[in-house]
């Protein structure tokens, strides 16, 4: 094994970021070990600039220090610069800096990073950037779709990647099933549904151990919890837990895709996101082992898999790359009130929203839909600003990179793009959380009221929010019939409501 001190001169130096951990990434193309070397840099300024959860934090690192070994065991140099080195300056700029003075590489090359932040910075330094050929639609032919669609939405998207790929397309070329979407049959809540299987722990090893030691000793104010950490920290291990799920868990993903029960972080979703954005999994992988036929698994669920992974990942990732820089600065609504300090805390009595904080606390995970329609909804319905929304989720979540949580959560859950990633914004009263969950019996808030003590806060907010936007999405052909009821209010219920609606926004900041 090569150590951290061997300062031979080099030809190419990889800078490998803690969400590239993959050795078949472009720069790796020509790796020679006699004349190039990694280098690899746990910096403070990446788990400070917003606050950052101490799990996710440990994660990074201890998915970086496997990575480093794994490297140095074929060979090859890494000059690792660790949270703990006293001579680390802990920013990118700096750090790499301190490495380029020292190495005085030919060239310094790197994988398109995750962040136009990043991305920026790397530039300046005269680093070299490849292109991140791991997702199935790069960026030219993202380019090159939206050259023919102005108003790009997910669907046509989506069925263009299809035909492009191949995944779920017969040999005539039309969708296997004949159907390009089963999502009639994958809205059912979780009542009576089958045994909900437990994941798979993995065992900190000596290196996950030493990270978490360090996360605890030098990011001990930072949010979240570090209890029971038993992540996949490897890319042998993420490939245990791609299998499980494909045993296990995607039998019953697609039907019970939109349910939340209490008590329940997981259901039958893969927790293959943190995996799959530090590259430890490729896309094509992951798609390979759920289209494996050997595994008996309903059209259904296959399909609202693929569509996951093939659509929507690889769709805001273009949107991301065609819209940045302005698109962070997106505000359609004009909201602008702070986020509530209880999404830090989880202390509300609104039972789903506490669980689904509880969930972030635990494990740094929810799932898509206590993050869209509780958690984003939320936000949404009281005028978080959506970039507010966007640094929380970056704080709290394992698998938030900003190319992948901005359009997800300022862009479909937020609407703050007016539209770009979905056509209408995701809106609904305590009514949906109840059809979709057991979360409304067990709390002191009655979902199907409106105005009173006991009216639940997702309601009130949600006949405000059509009141108070009107303008803009009466219009819209899919909100229509959400305007139609909101008609059936008489000015004194509508008054009522809007006051019950301030009482709520001033009662939490
Ligand atoms: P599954 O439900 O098992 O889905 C399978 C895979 O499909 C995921 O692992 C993921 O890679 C992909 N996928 C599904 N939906 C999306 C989507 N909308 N965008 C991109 N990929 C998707 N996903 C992230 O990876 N990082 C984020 O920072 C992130 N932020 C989000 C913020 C908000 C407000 C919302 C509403 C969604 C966000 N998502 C994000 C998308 C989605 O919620 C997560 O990918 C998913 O919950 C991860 O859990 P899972 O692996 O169990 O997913
Ligand atoms: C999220 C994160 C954290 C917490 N720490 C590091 C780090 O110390 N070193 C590193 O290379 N990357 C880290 N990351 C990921 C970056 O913040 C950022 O998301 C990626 O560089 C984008 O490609
Ligand atoms: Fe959430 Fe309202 Fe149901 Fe309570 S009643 S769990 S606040 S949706």
Redesign the pocket.
């Known amino acids: 094994m090569i150590s951290d001190t061997d300062a031979r001169p080099v030809r190419t130096l990889i800078l490998v970021l803690g969400d590239q951990l993959n050795d078949r990434l472009a720069p790796f193309n020509a790796f020679d070990a006699s004349a190039d070397a990694i280098v690899q840099m746990e910096v403070k300024e990446e788990a400070s600039y917003i606050p950052q959860h101490k799990r996710r934090i440990a994660y990074f690192f201890a998915a970086m220090r496997h990575f480093r070994d794994e490297q140095r065991i074929k060979g090859r140099n890494v000059h690792y610069s660790q949270i703990t080195d006293p001579e680390n300056r802990h920013s990118f700029e700096s750090e790499l800096t301190r490495q380029i003075d020292r190495l005085r590489p030919q060239r310094v090359v790197v994988t398109e990073p995750g962040d136009w932040r990043v991305k920026q910075t790397l530039s300046k330094l005269g680093v070299e950037i490849l292109p991140d050929a791991s997702f199935l639609c790069s960026s030219s032919d993202f380019e090159a779709f939206l050259d023919k669609h102005q108003r790009p939405i997910l669907e046509t998207f989506y069925r263009h990647m299809r035909r492009q790929t191949g995944y779920l397309m017969d040999r005539k070329g039309d969708p296997v099933g004949r159907q390009w979407n089963f999502d009639q049959d994958n809205r059912a809540p979780y009542r009576n549904g089958p045994p909900i299987p437990r994941r798979r722990s993995f065992t900190p090893d000596d290196v996950t151990r030493s990270a978490i030691a360090d996360v605890e000793k030098v990011f001990s104010t930072s949010p979240g919890s570090l209890a029971n950490f038993d992540l996949p920290v490897t890319r042998s291990q993420s490939f245990r837990d791609l299998k499980d799920?494909v045993g296990e868990r995607l039998p019953s993903?697609g039907k019970y895709?939109d349910a939340m029960v209490g008590g329940e972080y997981?259901l039958f979703?893969?927790?293959?996101?943190?995996a799959?954005?530090l590259h430890m999994v490729f896309?094509a992988e992951?798609l390979a082992a759920a289209l494996d036929n050997s595994v008996d698994v309903a059209l259904n669920s296959l399909e609202g898999?693929v569509r996951?992974?093939l659509g929507?990942?690889e769709?805001?990732?273009g949107i991301y790359w065609s819209r940045m820089p302005a698109y962070a600065d997106e505000n359609a609504l004009d909201a602008d009130l702070p986020m509530p300090q209880f999404y830090w805390t989880g202390a509300t009595d609104m039972r789903c929203l506490s669980e689904a904080i509880s969930h972030t606390i635990h494990y740094a995970?929810?799932?898509?839909i206590e993050?869209?329609m509780v958690?984003?909804l939320y936000a949404l319905l009281l005028g978080v600003r959506p970039y507010d929304?966007h640094r929380w989720?970056?704080s709290m979540?394992l698998?938030?990179?900003d190319w992948?949580?901005l359009?997800?959560?300022l862009g479909?859950?937020?609407h703050g793009d007016g539209g770009i990633i979905g056509t209408k914004p995701y809106v609904a009263s305590g009514n949906y959380i109840n059809r979709m969950s057991d979360h409304c019996k067990q709390c002191r808030y009655d979902p199907t009221k409106s105005v009173g003590d006991d009216a639940c806060p997702f309601t009130t907010l949600y006949w405000d929010f059509l009141a108070r936007h009107q303008k803009r999405f009466a219009d819209n052909p899919r909100m229509k019939p959400q305007y139609r009821n909101l008609d059936r209010k008489t000015p004194n219920e509508l008054r009522a409501i809007r006051h019950r609606a301030d009482n709520l926004k001033s009662g939490i900041f």
């Open positions: 799920f993903f895709q997981l979703h893969s927790h293959l996101s943190a799959l954005n896309p992951v898999f996951q992974i929507w990942r769709f805001v990732r995970y929810a799932h898509h993050r869209l958690l984003g929304v989720h970056m979540f698998d938030a990179i992948v949580s359009p997800n959560t479909m859950s937020q």
